[in-house]
């Protein structure tokens, strides 16, 4: 069973920092890790990804802000979210493109979330 377990969310004033880490356990390999973020009332929107091979894609909003970082030897995702505004408060998910075992394809995995909010 594919589990994420997330860590680091927070209150943080505007202009201040943080670190989110989710710890993927229960697969045989991954393709991609991800942060995606839900505010109150709008869609759930991609932050950052990372793949296997390292290219990372990151949403015009966190550019030169968020830096998002994986470490393979222990299935584990980091978002480094500096220079942090109100708008970017919102719940954070990690997503895992993952397998769970041979017999079953790659699917995506989701987080529980972690809270965000940046003060002004």
């Known amino acids: 069973q594919v589990r994420l377990m997330e860590s680091g969310g927070g209150l943080v004033q505007a202009g201040g920092s943080l670190r989110l880490s989710c710890a993927a356990s229960?697969?045989?390999?991954?393709?991609?890790m991800g942060w995606y973020r839900q505010a109150p009332g709008k869609q759930r929107e991609l932050v950052a990804s990372i793949i296997s091979g390292g290219s990372t894609n990151y949403a015009d909003s966190v550019k030169g802000r968020f830096t998002i970082s994986r470490d393979n030897a222990k299935d584990t995702v980091y978002l480094q979210m500096n220079s942090l505004k109100p708008e970017d408060t919102a719940v954070y998910y990690c997503n895992c493109n993952a397998r769970a075992s041979a017999m079953l394809a790659s699917r995506n995995y989701w987080g529980q979330g972690t809270q965000v909010t940046v003060s002004s």
């Open positions: 229960g697969t045989i390999s991954i393709n991609a």
